[in-house]
């Protein structure tokens, strides 16, 4: 390329009649030069001086005109020169990013200028990572400026450094930070400048750029912009176009995005909004190359129906694949849910300037389906089946990406796959498993399914054999010593002719780690419950009973989840057993708890002052109400007589107990 600036100067015919004076009419001059094809304008003017806060410089002023300017209507800068070094210039912070071939600019000539005089663009320059200011100077001989249109073409190479060099104009990310014209001194005359721009060579080579970087394994492409339309990508508050420049691979497209505006806005590119994409695999991949800076809070969002599930991330400067699962795609801190389709997908940030390129947009983590032909451990139940695949390889040697064949793991996860659930409102633990694929055929042969759990000292099992496709027990009532207890489960699975018949799916934590999980209620109870000493944690009551038999007192342990009830016998009791005797006596407790819960303890040795105390309260419990009699059953006999009822409500009792614990107890139980 040659090394003078490349200026095509359009002589207006008018100009060549000469006259001595040009005095512009009110009417608009519009241009007749076409500009490249492909431009990023920095500025029209179409939105004043003020937007770049355009202000004379040394002995230059300004003025918005509508004379003359680039197209057929419109606003253009009115620059008038004389004196020392005057020009025109922005404010600093235009973050103008700079690519491709150079800067143009229109120029309009009323009459000549003073011969052999220079205009300087000068091009005040940052980068992210450098905040000191480089200055490039790209310079224009007044004698190549005819009298009428001018198109000024100046390629990066033709800008020299004005000063100390901090950064050069292939920096990445390099940007204007400010725009001067300057005219040396002892030059008069006016000119009007519009359509600003960075511009790119017609004639030049459009040559693709491969990536370096490689998409996860297992990932399916939902896009990847060869054929445009697909998903109709819609520009949004930027300008968007299919490009043939870079994108992931050796060949093809991907959608370059750009913005270069000084005010800030949501910006970026997203699909149609009529979708019904499936959420497949494991969450969203994608390939990127950011020529600016780091971009901090670049959103990446899912539509479904009008809630907008998002997860920002930083889009780094230059090349990168990026894989977010789909549990972080969140609204209000609830994940999408994969179940259900996706109308619209967008990328967006609140930026002044960006410039990127997305390709390769797709899912990650999907399996390809399998084939049952190759199983590995055949004696193994649940071993994992392998199918016949392909991969993308990139060659060390020779850097180019290859095809190999491979076997794909029809599915990498454990036989059984487990989840927890803890629900607030009924104080309940659920565990859920489904099986996975490598397990169905398995499954098919089995000839009984256990599951065993455990909770601290408690431990049962259920028969699950008929829950083919996967099961779920609930545990219940659950109280602080509950919590705290480890809670430890697998699956027993029989199978004639497999030797391993015992899934290792072993799971030992204590339930409160699944139970606390966004449980600021139940986490406050423990706290409060921790944090009491001696009988804080203990509440009692007395009951006032008109029973001349028998009087009640009842203790709540809300650490412990018991309940110690004490009675005390009348000497009236005292007497009628004496003169009824021990013969075929059977004595009962009968405790009610709250409207569904019923115990019938028997006690052996009836005594003045008996004590009977009922273990695995949960917190429900405790905050019911507990209604107790004794009877008597003298069997053969008519002799058969029961105690009045007494009542006691235990959340009254411990309203009255320990300030923190009645409190935390209360607000959990609400």
Sequence with gaps: MKKFSKILAVVCAAALLVCSLVIPTSAFTGSTVTMPSKITVLEDFEGGLTKNSWQGAGGGSVALSSDYGYGTAGSSLQLTVGGSWPGAKTTTGRNWLITDTGIALWIYVPEALTANKTMYVKLNVKTPTVTNTTVYEGKINTNTLSVGENLVLIPYEDFALSKTQYATLTDQGVY???????????IEGTIFVDQIAIYRDDNAPVEFIPSTVAMPENYEVIDNFDIAGSLSWQADNSTIEYSGERGYGTS??????????????????????????ELKGEGITFWAYNMGGDLTDFAVILYQGSTQYEKKITLKAGEGVYTIPYSDFQKNGVAVDVTQTVKQFKFTKSAKTLNYYIDEFG???VVAECQHTNKKDANVVGATYFTAGKKDIVCEDCGETVEEDVEIPCDTAAPVIYTKEYDTAANTLTVSWTYSK?????????????FNYAIGTYDNTVDVSTAQVGGS?????????RLAADLSYNLVVEIEGIDTAKLATDSKETVKASAVANNDKLNALLSALDAATGEAAVVAGQVDNTDTLVSNTMKADLKAGTL???????????????????????????VTIGETVTKDITIDTLKKVTMVKITGMSFEQLNSTVTVKLGFDYEGTEKDFTTDVVEFNCGEIIADTDTAVANAFEAFMK
Aim: no cysteine; hydrophobic share 35%; charged share 25%.
């Design 473 to 481: 027990v609930t545990f219940e009532g659950f109280n602080a010593e």
């Design 438 to 450: 490598a397990f169905e055929e398995d499954l098919l042969k089995a000839g009984k399914i256990e």
């Design 564 to 590: 110690d009830l004490r009675f005390v016998a009348s000497q009236d009791l005292i007497t009628k057993l004496n003169t009824l005797g021990k013969e075929g006596r059977t004595v009962t407790l009968t």
């Design 252 to 277: 093809g497209r991907s959608i370059h995005v750009v913005r270069n505006e000084t005010t800030g806005a949501w910006t970026g590119t997203k699909t149609r909004a009529s979708l019904t994409a």
């Design 363 to 365: 899912y990650y983590g």
């Design 176 to 186: 204007i930070d400010q725009f001067e014209i300057i005219f040396t001194s002892n």
